[in-house]
């Protein structure tokens, strides 16, 4: 057990992060634990293919060769300890594969494989038994291309027990690679909730990399050092608290501001974050800035977990296509959508006459006149827009044809079009997310590790803890008479975070100041907001409270165009959802701007 700080660093937030981050932590972060985060839900279906063409893929590559081998001398040296989701959908290659290169280099580490999240093989007995969608209720599709339980951390942390250098996991929840070290480190039991909600925060903090560092900050302009910039570090302590840095003379910065930005993401209910361990409320969590680069973070709270995984299934729904040109001149924004209307009704009319079917589903944006913003747009004068065309079939030949027409228009339609990069587009797959839950007691998890197999018992407790629901905080009056108020943008009082889960839009808003959270709260309803992005909203908009951050929490349901791969928008994940939002208007009392007023730096942008 640890008698100290034990010091996590993360050096990969997604498949195709840079390996300097590993080499970054490695060398100048004194680390005891080396984590990567590579998995996200598209990747499985992206490996699950490349293992279907060789069944010695499936794994993140550049974890065995750009990373692990070339650090590989210098974490043995340094007693560094390796956890990662790496192995995606062949954990077992994705060991192989490492030990050969530890064998060429003559290094001597031991690797631990976690299974038991792949239930690919299970497939059809899910759709005999009638599996739901969790979110939409939609049935199960026939043919799945993958399906992967999302695991806890226990697994991880036995395998530290059993003395493993490296674990290396399939399908686990990113935060399980941070709280699996602290589980073993400091001995927490499956019941202590409110210390296994505090580890999987610090996992949550560091498994996106340098977000929490101040990389996609709101206040970009106050971020320097972009070019080398600081993968996280988690100082843990045995009772759940702990500290975010980075490696001193990197690029970036934390700060509170970094590190709530970091917190909102991707989350739903503060106060119910479920995870495979832990039930966690975050609701309350507190901030601390103890030194220079340095936040202290507590008060993360956590009850009982479900008896359930939740489980990520992918599958093939047709194709998809996407072309961008530039449109140039006056009238730009007119000639790229008459043009875009144009393209669509020759290749649509053009498939049909081959004999297939019309398009399923057909996108036009025109980026650079604001389209994401849709009626908020300021920008339909522009003179110079990119026009983008995405189109889905189910028959890939179908593309063929739309492929092989668009170019057409460089000599019969809008003058100024120009800018057609990369040839024709090639179809490719469109991959679709079903999740569903299902029964710990039937998802077997196991540790295989120098020829042993160790069995992971499930936690399902009978009571699931509970708490009562908060009780709603009502948008206040505070006490103004419509004259005495304003208009400014949400940036003048708030910075966010945006993100996705499935097709679901996450918006995380935070109150730069306390005294302006009951401002923003009063304007900024779920309905308000709903009719905002009324242009890319198709299901409900939720609102959750989040004090410990004087912030709120916005759920845009159906707000992706289907999310990821399975969207045809420019921003499928909904990375930019939080910088619209940031127009946003917000009421508050005029004399905020004036003279040595509150936010006297905006009265050019107030509206009476």
């Given at each position: ?219 970009w302009d106050t971020v ?90 992918t599958y093939a729904d ?32 053009m498939i049909e006459q ?255």
């Amino acid at each position: 057990m640890a008698g100290g700080a034990v010091r996590i660093g993360c050096g990969a937030g997604f498949w195709g992060d840079s390996p300097e981050g590993a080499a970054q932590i490695v060398r100048h972060g004194k680390i005891d634990y080396l984590v990567m985060d590579y998995l996200a839900e598209i990747t499985m279906s992206i490996l699950a293919r490349m293992k279907a063409k060789r069944a010695d893929l499936g794994y993140a590559l550049d974890f065995v060769t750009a990373v692990m081998k070339p650090l590989a001398q210098d974490i043995a040296n340094k007693k560094i300890r390796v956890v990662t989701n790496a192995g995606g959908v062949n954990p077992e290659a994705c060991r192989d594969a490492l030990l050969a290169v530890f064998a060429e280099i003559g290094v001597n580490l031991k690797v631990a494989v976690v299974r038991g999240d792949d239930l690919l093989a299970n497939a059809d007995r899910f759709y005999e038994d009638g599996v739901r969608e969790m979110f939409s209720g939609a049935p199960l599709p026939r043919s799945l291309a993958s399906v992967n339980a999302y695991l806890g951390a226990f697994p991880i942390a036995a395998a530290l027990d059993a003395d493993a250098d490296v674990v290396i996991t399939g399908r686990a929840v990113d935060s399980a690679i941070v709280l699996g070290p602290l589980i073993h480190e400091f001995g927490w039991r499956p019941s202590d909730y409110d210390l296994l909600s505090a580890g999987s925060l610090a996992g949550h903090l560091l498994e996106c990399g340098p977000q929490v560092t101040g990389g996609i900050f709101t206040d970009w302009d106050t971020v320097t050092g972009w070019d080398d910039m600081g993968y996280p570090i988690a100082e843990c302590e045995a009772d759940g608290s702990f500290v975010v840095t980075k490696p001193d003379g990197t690029g970036g910065f934390v700060t509170p501001a970094s590190v709530a930005e970091q917190i909102v993401y991707e989350v739903g209910d503060p106060t119910r974050y479920i995870l495979p361990d832990v039930t966690a409320d975050w609701s309350a969590v507190k901030l601390e800035q103890v030194g220079r680069d340095r936040v202290k973070v507590g008060n993360a709270r956590g009850r009982a977990p479900t008896d359930s995984y939740k489980v990520s299934a992918t599958y093939a729904d047709g194709y998809r296509a996407t072309v961008t040109m530039a449109i140039i001149g006056r009238n730009a924004v007119a000639k790229a959508k008459t043009t875009g209307e144009a393209i669509l009704k020759r290749a649509g009319r053009m498939i049909e006459q081959a004999g297939f079917s019309e398009f399923t589903e057909t996108s036009i944006e025109t980026l650079g006149s604001e389209a994401n913003y849709g009626e908020n747009a300021r920008r339909m004068d522009t003179r110079e827009v990119i026009l983008k065309i995405a189109v889905r079939h189910p028959e890939k030949a179908a593309l063929g044809i739309f492929a092989r027409e668009i170019f057409q228009s460089a000599t019969s339609m809008a003058q100024g079009l120009t800018g057609f990069a990369g040839g024709r587009p090639e179809p490719q797959p469109v991959i679709r997310l079903f999740s569903f839950t299902i029964p710990k007691c039937e998802v077997p998890v196991k540790v295989e590790f120098e020829g042993r197999t160790i069995e992971i018992p499930p936690h399902a407790p009978n009571a699931i803890g509970g708490v009562q629901d908060p009780a709603p905080i009502a948008s206040p009056a505070l006490g103004r008479s419509e004259d005495e108020l304003v208009t400014v943008p949400l940036v003048a009082l708030a910075h966010g975070r945006s993100g996705d889960k499935g097709d679901i839009g996450n918006i995380g808003i935070l109150a730069r100041k306390t005294e302006y959270l009951p401002w923003i709260r009063r304007s900024a309803t779920a309905e308000a907001v709903r009719d905002y992005f009324r242009h890319f909203v198709k299901g409900k908009v939720e609102r959750f409270e989040w004090p410990g951050l004087d912030g709120l929490n916005f759920l845009l349901h159906e707000g992706l165009g289907g999310g990821g791969v399975a969207s045809l928008r420019h921003d499928p994940q909904g990375k930019a959802l939080a910088e619209i939002m940031m127009d946003f208007p917000i009421e508050v009392p005029a004399d905020w701007l004036a003279n040595g007023g509150e936010l006297e730096t905006w009265r050019e942008e107030a509206v009476q």
